[in-house]
């Protein structure tokens, strides 16, 4: 069954602007936590923001930011003032205490940040 | 610091044949993983080491073999080639056993095609 769900379209967002990306994820794991990571087309993974289940406050990285409403269970990653440079695939992915420590990704969302 | 570094880049294979991908961090990290990448699927894990001496099964271990040869080096094997493993490649590791806030570490990845 697939644990992290990220179904938006590819997303065209306008320099400047903020753009939100959503994942939910299912688990009925009390303590795990949740991962965002960017690919740009050059391919590499960058591991940009994490968020805990006990975490009492939405993480925040300087221009990322995690909206995290554990009831709903979503996660999604907002990127403030988009710069060129965010055009990428995101993917959102767990790690649940009894998952043995694996990491689940979700299949992505493609941004593109048009000038 | 290299951190995690993956070889080859690149590699075509005829069916049937067999290769050995590898990979090394020197990062000390006890955690080790094996994801690939094809396109809409994210990343799916096909195994993973949680410590030196350790391997387990993730998510699409079919057709695969891997070795953690000592701390820093885990490698994957596929004895007999096919199609449908044309994919890209990653390797990771984290420093964690078991629950924890630490991001994986990718390689570059390498990209496989099998004729």
């Known amino acids: 069954a697939q644990k992290i769900t990220q179904t938006q379209p590819g997303m065209f967002v306008q320099e400047k602007e903020a753009v939100t990306l959503d994942c939910t994820y299912d688990t009925s794991d009390p303590s795990y936590g949740l991962f965002w990571y960017k690919q740009p087309s050059s391919g590499e993974m960058i591991f940009l923001i994490y968020?805990?289940?006990?975490?009492?406050q939405n993480a925040t990285e300087g221009r990322y930011s995690l909206n995290f409403q554990k009831a709903r269970k979503s996660a999604n990653l907002v990127i403030s003032a988009s710069q060129l440079g965010d055009s990428a695939m995101y993917f959102c992915a767990m790690r649940e205490l009894y998952g043995n420590n694996r990491l689940a990704f979700g299949k992505g969302n493609q941004v593109v940040v048009i000038p | 610091n290299a951190g995690v570094t993956q070889t080859p880049k690149f590699q075509v294979l005829k069916t049937g044949q067999s290769m050995t991908l590898q990979c090394a961090q020197d990062?000390?990290?006890?955690?080790m993983y094996w994801y690939r990448q094809d396109p809409g699927m994210g990343l799916r894990l096909i195994y993973y080491?949680?410590?030196?001496?350790?391997?387990d099964k993730g998510e699409v271990p079919n057709g695969y073999n891997v070795s953690r040869l000592n701390k820093r080096e885990f490698s994957l094997r596929l004895e007999s080639a096919a199609p449908s493993q044309t994919s890209v490649y990653f390797c990771?590791?984290?420093?964690?056993?078991?629950?924890?806030?630490?991001?994986?570490?990718f390689g570059n990845g390498t990209r496989l095609t099998v004729t």
């Open positions: 080491s949680a410590s030196e001496g350790t391997t």
């Open positions: 968020q805990g289940s006990y975490d009492q």
């Open positions: 990771a590791s984290s420093p964690d056993r078991g629950l924890g806030n630490s991001p994986l570490h």
């Open positions: 990062m000390n990290h006890n955690s």
